[in-house]
Structures are given as C-alpha cells and as structure tokens.
T-cell receptor
Framework: AQSVTQLGSHVSVSEGALVLLRCNYSSSVPPYLFWYVQYPNQGLQLLLKYTSAATLVKGINDFEAEFKKSETSFHLTKPSAHMSDAAEYFCAVSEQGAQKLVFGQGTRLTINP | GAVVSQHPSRVICKSGTSVKIECRSLDFQATTMFWYRQFPKQSLMLMATSNEGSKATYEQGVEKDKFLINHASLTLSTLTVTSAHPEDSSFYIC?????????FGQGTRLTVV
C-alpha cells in the first residue's frame, strides 16, 4: 500500500524567505509524485509532478521539488516566499499515473510580512 | 488545460434528505473519475472510483448505499448523498485524469443541518 507523510502540519516563513515543505512517501512500485495547492473552499491546483523523468522537477510559481529515491522524499521548495503563497499544500502519490491518488495530511503555509 | 466543473459549490440540506453533486469534464472525455472527501483541516480521502458504464468501486469503509455514484456518460459523474446526516457535512471533490494529470473540480461544501 502507498502512503504519504508530510512533516509539519503548519509552516510559517517570512516574506522573501525560503519555503521548504517536507514530504516522504512509501510505495512498492516506482511512484508518481505530486504537489497540489489548495486555497480556502477551492479545489486543488497542480504545482508540479514527478513521473520518473528528471529528479528535479520545476513547477508553477517558482516552486520545485526533488525526488530522492534513497530518502523516499519529495520535498517542495521555493527560493523566495510571496504573500500569495499562503495556502494548504498537499503531497500525493500514485502508482497509476494521476489516477487514484493518496494524499498526505497537508501543510498549511503562512507567510509573515 | 482540461477543466473539471463541479456543481453546486455549496449546499445546505436538512437531515434525512438527499443531495446530488455533479462532476463534469468540460473539454475531454473521462472514463474514470474519482470522488474524494475532505473533513475540516484534514486531507483528502478517496471515497470511490467512478467508472463510465459500470458500477463504482468504493474504498474500504465507504457505504455504497449511502453514497450513490452514477457515471452515465463520458463527461458526467454524479455523487448522491442519501439520507444525509450532520456527520456527512464535508467538502467533496471530484477529479478526472488525462495524460497522467489529474484535474480537480472546485469542490462542494455540504452542510447538513
């Protein structure tokens, strides 16, 4: 069975600072990995995805994530936080492309002025 | 990009009544759609896989007689919450996948009073 663990339910950074959201996964087969962002009372928007190509994946809004098989990690980073980045972020894993997704618990990102 | 539209975005119903939520793929055909439920401040949990022209596949612990899923066409799946109770109040989100990417609806906030 697959699982995702996001370390830290709440992360707070200052505007302009580095954003690091942690995600570790478990999968019995080579995984597909995703990061989604959710704004209040809205659906999910895909930030980026890993599908066994390059291990460093670049997404929208300057977010990127690095797949590290040895660490079973897929941490999300952004060099400089913006106020508009405040939202809930979900890491997800799938064995079937983007079919059935297993989500992590989510991390609420707060940006301090 | 592909668009998934979910309706209604918000519904309040009385305990004991039924509520239907629609999920449409607007510019592509989706043989498979997924229904998720998200409780406040929690992650998304897969409820069921909706298959066009056949019965839905429910995840363990999800009552199929309570959460009726119909996928009558390649662009429409419906979730009906029957005999709703306050504990069914939640955020329900559908998704459809195309080319290894999942597209999510805007979500439906269900409040049962």
């Amino acid at each position: 069975a697959q699982s995702v663990t996001q370390l830290g339910s709440h992360v707070s950074v200052s505007e302009g600072a580095l954003v690091l959201l942690r995600c570790n996964y478990s999968s019995s087969v080579p995984p597909y990995l995703f990061w989604y962002v959710q704004y209040p009372n809205q659906g999910l928007q895909l930030l980026l995805k890993y599908t066994s190509a390059a291990t460093l994946v670049k997404g929208i809004n300057d977010f990127e994530a690095e797949f590290k098989k040895s660490e079973t990690s897929f941490h999300l980073t952004k060099p400089s936080a913006h106020m508009s980045d405040a939202a809930e972020y979900f890491c997800a894993v799938s064995e079937q492309g983007a079919q059935k997704l297993v989500f992590g618990q989510g991390t609420r990102l707060t940006i301090n002025p | 990009g592909a668009v998934v539209s979910q309706h209604p975005s918000r519904v309040i119903c009385k305990s004991g009544t039924s509520v239907k939520i629609e999920c449409r793929s607007l510019d592509f055909q989706a043989t498979t759609m997924f229904w998720y439920r998200q409780f406040p401040k929690q992650s998304l949990m897969l409820m069921a896989t909706s298959n066009e022209g056949s019965k839905a596949t429910y995840e363990q612990g999800v009552e199929k007689d309570k959460f009726l899923i119909n996928h009558a066409s390649l662009t429409l799946s419906t979730l009906t919450v029957t005999s709703a109770h306050p504990e069914d109040s939640s955020f329900y989100i559908c998704s459809a996948s195309i080319t290894e990417r999942a597209f999510f609806g805007q979500g439906t906030r269900l409040t049962v009073v």
